[in-house]
């Protein structure tokens, strides 16, 4: 299904960026040190799920080196994701904080473990023009948000402390997707 590639491209490889993003001038959260691979614990297949309709997507393979994605009839032409200078990946509490470089802005993705088979990939979502003024408006009431047009794309960009971002956190600002780890053969 087209789902899978939709998701795919918004919220994990960020190749295909939404109109609007909420965006970061350095790599979140600060002060944190990069990982140099993905913990063995969440490396698998892992199936996308929505889960407000349940529907189930593209597959996504994480690495210990990055990630790589296949669709649902297992073509590997969706992409792939290597830690590099732009795609950092840090580990605070209890998330994996997923860092994109697109021009000079820092897009943001977290990654909770929900189970040893369910990880959750969340992102701040301005999809919705209702949605995203409420989300804008909130944010405006604890940052400073610096409004940033790049060609076609606008960038709301924030810097919040890790506690700040934490607190974005535990508010429910960030949403998302469900990862279902496939069963091993």
């Not at 604890?142 to 794309?153: H, L, P, Q, S």
């Amino acid at each position: 299904m087209r789902f899978g590639f939709i998701v795919i491209c918004c919220f994990w490889c960020a190749l295909l960026l939404s109109c609007k993003e909420v965006s970061f001038p350095k790599t979140q959260p600060a002060g944190v040190a990069a990982l140099n691979q993905l913990p063995q614990s969440i490396c698998g297949e892992y199936l996308i799920r929505d889960k407000a309709t349940g529907e189930i997507g593209d597959t996504i393979i994480i690495e210990p080196w990055g990630y790589r994605t296949k669709d649902v009839n297992g073509n590997n032409w969706l992409g792939v994701g290597r830690l590099s200078d732009t795609l950092v990946v840090k580990q605070y509490q209890d998330y994996l904080f997923i860092n994109f470089k697109e021009g000079d802005q820092w897009i943001l993705r977290l990654l909770k473990v929900k189970s040893p088979n369910r990880l959750e990939l969340l992102s701040i979502n301005l999809e919705n023009d209702v949605e995203c003024e409420a989300v804008l408006e909130k944010l405006g009431k604890k940052f400073k948000v610096k409004t940033i047009k790049d060609n076609d794309y606008v960038f709301y960009q924030i810097n919040p402390t890790p506690a700040q971002l934490m607190s974005l956190v535990n508010e429910n600002y960030f949403t998302g997707v469900e990862l279902i780890r496939k069963r091993s053969n």
